[in-house]
Every structure is written in C-alpha cells, then in structure tokens.
C-alpha cells in the first residue's frame, strides 16, 4: 500500500483568512459567482492533469523496469527491497510538509520523480499479473475513480464527517499490510480478501473526501502554496491505492 499524505493538511498549517480566494486569469466578470466557479474548474483541472502525469509515469516506470526480469529480481528480491519501498514513504512525507515552500517548478518535478520511484516499486506487477488484466483493472480504476471524484466535487453534502474514519481505516491498512508482509502465508487467505474488499472501500470513500476537501481549501485559500500539486500528490495516491487493491482482488495471475 502506498503511503497518503492525509495528515497533512495544508488547511491546518496556514491561516485560513489570511488570503482571499485568486481567481483563474480570464474569469468572466461581473458575476463573483461567476469568477469563483470559473477559478473552481480551472484549479481541479490542473490538479487532476497533474495526477494523471503521475500516474503516467509511474506506468512507464514500472513497465520499463518490469522489461529486465534481473533487475526487479535485485531490486525487489533482495535486501535491496527495503530501500525501494521505504524510499517513497519517507520522500512522500518529507515532500508533502515542505511543498508549500518550494517553487512551483521544484515542486511539480519533485512530484513527477516521487512517481517514478513508485514506478520502480511497482514493477513487480507486470511480472506478477497478466498485461490484459492489469489493463482492464486500471480501466476498472479510471471509472470508479472518475466517478467518486466527480461526486465528491459536486455534492452539496459535506463529507468532512468521514475523514475521522477513513483515517482510522487507514491507519488500520497500514498496520494490516505490516502483518501480511512479514507473515507471506496468509497472502491467500480470507483474512487479506477481507483486508483488500475493505481497502477498496476506504480508497474510494477517500477519492470523494480528498476531492471535497481539495476544493474547499481552495475556496478558502486560493491556489497559493502549491496547492494544485499537493492536491495532486493526494489524488494520485488515492488512485494508485485503489489500483492495487482492486488489481489484488480481481487480477490475473501469469
């Protein structure tokens, strides 16, 4: 499970009042309706290209790597391993408390190389399952996610009641996947079927939530801070996270 970098809330480190609300170049004016709902879209849209990328690259990572069975054998069969998946965790909550800081261009590349690292740890999937059922889960993906974001960005119901517990049941994941990784034998078991039915279930309640939340911090805000990229960075591990669980509860094994 890829870390997420809910904790850090950027809503929580700056005063909420300090900035008014920038709207995108171009709004219609007149209207401040207009213009905010205008500087709305134009902001989910960046965030959400920029997740994209990073999936994207990730993808091309991981099946670049996944083309040289040797080096995923070192890399993720050796003691080497524990660099590769304990490298992202640390980069991810060093990054997500310091993006407010960084240039804009620091922080989009910083974020584009946090994928790729990703990318190497993932590789092993192409290995694992078969490319048809890798793609037709990341299909699956793309809908649902498609879906709960644009719910969570839509809804006039206020979601923030759920980050409570989704982050309980995140933090429940993590210490989950910490036992399965060190006890292998329960891998086929009912005990992590469940784990991943629920892991699903968490991810997607997190697609909303984040999306909600992302929106309504710019309202607040603005797009200050690098607000676009940490909102991507939080979509792009919702996405990646409901991939995996999905891809471990329907994919095809080679």
């Known amino acids: 499970m890829q870390p997420h ?8 480190q700056r005063n909420p009042y300090a900035q008014a ?10 209207d401040p309706r ?21 999936v994207g690259v990730t993808g091309l990572v991981a099946f670049i790597v996944s083309l040289d069975a040797a080096l995923v054998r070192t890399l993720l069969m050796t003691p080497l391993r524990w660099v590769v998946f304990l490298a992202p965790l640390a980069f991810v909550v060093l990054f997500a408390s310091r993006v407010h ?7 989009i ?5 946090y994928a ?12 694992v399952y078969s490319l048809g059922s890798i793609a037709s889960v990341f299909a699956i993906t793309v809908l649902m996610y498609g879906s709960l974001a644009l719910w969570g960005y839509v809804t006039k119901r206020d979601l923030s009641a759920w980050g409570k517990f989704l982050f309980m049941g995140l933090i429940g994941l993590i210490v989950s996947s910490i036992f399965f990784m060190f006890v292998p034998g329960m ?13 699903v279930l968490i991810f997607a309640g997190l697609t909303a939530y984040d999306t909600q ?12 801070g690098n607000l676009a990229v940490l909102g991507a960075l939080t979509l792009y591990l919702d996405f990646i996270n409901l991939f995996l669980f999905l891809l471990r509860l329907f994919g095809g094994r080679e």
């Open 213 to 224: 939340k992302i929106k309504q911090i710019y309202l607040v805000n603005g797009g200050a």
């Open 116 to 127: 790729a690292l990703n990318g190497v740890a993932l590789s092993a999937i192409f290995i």
């Open 187 to 199: 891998m086929g078991s009912t005990a992590y079927l469940i784990y991943n039915v629920i892991g």
């Open 21 to 30: 609300p920038s709207y995108a170049p171009g709004a219609v004016t007149g």
């Open 109 to 113: 590349g910083l974020f584009l190389l």
């Open 34 to 54: 207009a213009q905010l709902a205008s500087g709305v879209d134009q902001f989910m849209t960046r965030v959400n290209a920029w997740m994209a990328a990073g």
């Open 5 to 12: 970098p809910s904790q850090h809330d950027p809503a929580g």
């Open 101 to 107: 800081k960084m240039k804009p261009s620091t922080a």
